[in-house]
């Protein structure tokens, strides 16, 4: 569709400051994007029709693919002309600016219709009257300007005639409005000196900067701890009722969901298969697609029969690996000469044993060492101090070449597996190298063999060993990192935060997966992670680590159900749950 001038689609009105316009400030009727992909059309949002109205947070939920984020950037028209288009539909967006009458600034709404706005227009609303935090903050700050720089140059941009200086103190006031700690030192700070939490703090800030009347929310807190996911969800609800902004709030986690949303729409393939009060579509969905994914949230799926658990964990308590004060420590330099000034202790004094046929959740925020102490454990980092054994053998200290036959017994699934997975492999390659390697089977034949009957024990078809991994879902891909650790057929598996990026459903079948793996093969996973309740469902026992220090530890229940350590408290305490009412 061209976008061109066309008075009948924008209606003009003033109010006085004391009046709020009481119609949507947003609405979509029947919204079609399309998406060229080579010589195909994807039918990206297929007929969408909702509306969102003035201080209300519409959450548009639905699995990877389901056209969330296409919509939520033809709202704000951010997608390139030359490969997007709408072929039918209305956007319609209350503009507000302010008008000079007299010596009295007035709000002017003119409603308009997105699609049909010259550039220079949407120019104006978007960053303005429109904001849009997006999923990864490190890809969406510039990298060589500081984050104080890149909040100012918003407002410089959306306000001609405000001086640096004014920009400056607003930049600052929009980062503690955001609870960013020091703003005036972390004014100067680049986005790479910042951790996750605060990056997306600083997007926050950004794009509330201007104050907005439509805030777009794509995933933002997908990739946060559940601590820094709480303090950011309570930001937002508190800006939003103190700014009386709308908000539009893009996720798969329908905990978050539950804490924030009035209405919800559920998105598959393009189109809008459900909308309703968010209490009413989560308590009572009405569309079997709704159906199947709430019933794959980790506190709605079946429950593991455990009432024998701590029976078992009597009888069965031979310890696989044991880790006794294990250190990691990390060297500061400073100066010239680059000399030792101190240490980061990533992991500090750990003493744990993981019990033969257990999977052991490993729980705590960004920074606590999870991931450190896993690869340690592993020996694919080397420690300061202590010792890691396992079937009694000590690992710390042994060569490369004498770690070798270990490496078999003990594999690793990274949190990433389009990073993890050499993309210049064929999966075949992929899964019989390491067989070749280790010496097992006698032929590429049967190796070969013996890939695809590990696919299929992660419930993949065989023939899918003739791909690379770009040819496969984000799940798919999951499971050939699986398939790549149970390849050796070892007897531990390290999993990085396998779960966090995916889909409630596709979660839910990795979930089960790992499960009936396990009892076939007898395995003993660590299973790292920040979600409790993956953690509540999949894990029979639970260790939670702060600063690099174990500050709990116990079976997942009482771990979960009745937390000893303040910290472990907070953990819990900042779970989003599907029965929070508001």
């Not at 103190?242 to 919800?264: C, E, N, P, Y």
């Not at 992991?347 to 993981?354: E, G, Q």
């Amino acid at each position: 569709m061209n976008k061109q001038s066309n008075p009948t689609d924008i209606k003009s009105y003033k109010l006085t400051p004391s009046e709020q316009p009481e119609h949507q400030l947003l609405q979509i009727n029947n919204l079609h994007t399309h998406l060229q992909a080579g010589k195909r059309v994807v039918k990206a949002v297929d007929g969408v029709s909702f509306s969102i109205n003035k201080g209300e947070t519409f959450c548009l939920v639905g699995e990877s693919g389901s056209g969330k984020s296409i919509l939520a950037l033809s709202v704000i028209q951010l997608l390139p002309a030359r490969i997007s288009s709408h072929p039918s539909g209305e956007i319609h967006f209350d503009w507000r600016k302010q008008e000079d009458v007299g010596q009295v600034s007035i709000p002017t709404y003119r409603q308009v219709d997105m699609l049909m706005l010259e550039e220079d227009d949407l120019c104006d609303i978007r960053g303005s009257r429109i904001a849009m935090i997006f999923q990864e903050p490190m890809t969406s700050l510039n990298p060589v300007y500081s984050v104080g720089e890149q909040i100012m140059e918003a407002l410089l941009l959306h306000n001609h005639g405000m001086s640096e200086e004014i920009a400056k103190q607003s930049a600052l006031k929009s980062m503690q409005e955001v609870q960013i700690k020091d703003a005036e030192t972390r004014f100067n700070n680049y986005p790479h000196e910042m951790s996750g939490g605060q990056r997306q703090r600083i997007m926050i800030a950004m794009a509330l900067a201007c104050e907005p009347d439509l805030l777009i929310a794509d995933e933002p807190t997908t990739a946060l701890d559940v601590t820094v996911q709480a303090e950011v969800l309570k930001l937002i609800r508190a800006l939003q009722q103190r700014k009386g902004m709308s908000v539009l709030f893009i996720t798969h986690d329908f905990g978050v969901v539950a804490q924030i949303a009035d209405k919800v729409g559920v998105m598959k393939q393009g189109k809008l298969v459900e909308v309703g009060d968010a209490k009413d579509v989560l308590r009572n969905p009405q569309h079997e697609y709704s159906q199947k994914l709430l019933a794959a949230v980790p506190e709605n799926l079946p429950r593991r029969n455990n009432t024998s658990q701590k029976a078992s964990q009597e009888i069965r308590n031979e310890a696989l690996v044991k880790v006794k004060n294990l250190d990691v420590f990390f060297p500061i330099r400073k100066g010239v000469l680059q000399r030792v000034v101190d240490h980061v202790r990533a992991v500090d004094d750990v003493t744990i044993d993981i019990n033969k046929g257990k999977i052991v959740a490993l729980v705590g925020e960004s920074g606590s060492g999870k991931t450190t102490l896993g690869r340690a454990i592993l020996q694919l980092q080397k420690p300061t101090a202590g010792s890691v054994s396992i079937h009694g053998h000590e690992l710390v200290g042994l060569s490369t070449k004498q770690l070798k036959p270990w490496r078999q017994k003990m594999q690793i699934a990274f949190q990433d597996p389009q990073s993890s997975l050499n993309p210049r492999l064929l999966v075949a390659k992929t899964l019989t190298e390491p067989m070749k390697v280790h010496g097992i089977g006698s032929s590429d034949e049967e190796r070969i063999e013996l890939a695809g009957e590990v696919l299929e024990a992660v419930q993949l078809k065989r023939d899918f060993m003739w791909r690379y991994p770009h040819e496969f879902s984000g799940g798919q891909r999951q499971r050939i990192g699986l398939a790549r650790a149970l390849a050796l057929n070892p007897e531990f598996i390290v999993c990085d935060e396998i779960t966090s990026a995916l889909d409630v459903s596709v979660q839910a079948e990795v979930l089960q997966l790992l499960l009936e793996i396990r009892d076939q093969r007898d395995l003993t996973l660590l299973f790292i992670t920040h979600n409790i309740s993956v953690v509540e469902y999949l894990c029979d026992e639970t260790i939670v680590l702060k600063s690099g220090k174990v500050v709990e530890q116990g079976l997942t229940e009482d771990v979960c159900g009745n937390p000893q350590n303040p910290y472990t408290q907070k953990l819990i305490e900042a779970v989003p749950r599907l029965n929070i009412k508001h």
